[in-house]
């Protein structure tokens, strides 16, 4: 297991891909934007980036704004 | 000919553009946006609430492709911050667009003019179509144009306050000088606020919390649809000079004796 923030919340999770996280989230990749450790990861890059212990990730979506 | 506006690539017939914030549920937003004829929307970027699991979402009310998303970044205090919500609001998939916020002072939201200009070079620079909210200021208004904006967005009043166009003069400059579409954005409280600003010739009104903080916000939108279309129609027509004394409407010939 692996120590994480994800969207500010301390959490521990098994060693995977993105795509995997977003999966295990119940998250659609088409409708989020992932940042970790404040860096962008491009949707093409889900399935290539590894988490690593320590990681800051953000996970984005629209939301009703003006 | 059809009245039509652009911005990018993207065709508006439509000059009223709404927000989707402060509605009591998405179902009440779409049927404001349908009311309100709207052809672009704007959102805002923000953190996934893992604790809520297949949530309710502004896209299965709205799907992308039926109206023009413009990604916003709101709530940020920096260029840098603002910077980093548009990329991310970029990465979402729905297109360049970016209506640039970076707001100056908390009590009033009034933008900081500075770290506005500031942003819109880089995210200009990076192939963003930057479409600024800003002060109804013509010098700075000029300084976006210049940077490469796609358009610029004078501020009415504070955001949600609904007093209307608060310097007519000022916008009246901005719209003489401006070479890009001129969006009055924030402040308009009834569709009379709207129609002013479209005598003027602003290019387009964006609203948010006159509609959504309205009674009964399906009407207000379609209310706000025809204060638009109307200030646009009597811009097209071209007003009467004011004048300051009387001129009879009624002829004098034909007077009795």
Same mark, same amino acid.
């Given at each position: ?33 992932? +940042? ?9 890059? #889900? ?10 990730? +953000? ?8 | /000919? ?9 065709? #508006? ?45 502004? /896209? ?8 023009? #998303? ?57 192939? #963003? ?5 800003? /002060? ?10 210049? &940077? ?27 719209? +003489? ?21 479209? +005598? ?46 009387? &001129? ?10």
């Amino acid at each position: 297991m692996i120590r994480v923030t994800i969207n500010g919340e301390e959490q521990s999770i098994e060693p995977q891909r993105i795509d995997a996280l977003l999966r295990t989230l119940g998250l659609n990749p088409s409708y989020v934007a992932v +940042e970790v450790n404040r860096e962008l990861v491009k949707r093409d890059r #889900f399935a290539g980036v590894s988490i690593r212990d320590g990681d800051q990730i +953000e996970i984005v979506q629209f939301v009703g704004g003006g | /000919m059809t009245d039509t506006w652009s911005v990018g690539k993207h065709v #508006f017939t439509s000059r009223l553009i709404i927000g989707t914030g402060k509605y009591k549920d998405f179902a009440e937003n779409k049927r404001c946006l349908d009311a309100s004829g709207a052809e672009m929307i704007t959102v805002a970027v923000r953190r996934v609430d893992l604790k809520a699991r297949g949530q309710d979402s502004l /896209m299965h009310h709205v799907p992308p492709g039926s109206v023009t #998303f413009l990604p916003n970044t709101a709530g940020c205090y920096t260029a840098e911050e603002a910077l980093r919500y548009a990329r991310l609001g970029r990465e979402l998939g729905l297109g360049d667009l970016v209506k640039l916020e970076v707001i100056g002072d908390q009590r009033t939201l009034f933008p900081d003019n500075e770290a506005t200009v500031e942003a819109a070079k880089i995210l200009v620079k990076e192939g #963003f179509i930057v479409m600024p909210y800003c /002060m109804d200021d013509p010098v700075v208004c000029k300084k976006l144009e210049d &940077a490469g904006c796609a358009a610029v967005m004078p501020l009415a009043a504070p955001i949600g306050s609904g007093l209307g166009l608060r310097n007519p003069y000022n916008l009246a400059i901005i719209l +003489e000088q401006a070479k890009v579409p001129v969006i009055v954005d924030a402040g308009v409280g009834v569709p009379s606020d709207a129609a002013k600003v479209m +005598e003027l010739g602003a290019t387009a009104v964006l609203m948010n919390t006159a509609i959504a903080g309205s009674k009964d916000p399906v009407a207000m939108a379609a209310a706000m649809k025809l204060g638009v279309q109307a200030g646009r129609m009597a811009f097209l027509a071209g007003r009467i000079p004011r004048k300051l004394h009387a &001129a009879a409407s009624s002829p004098i010939e034909g007077m009795l004796g």
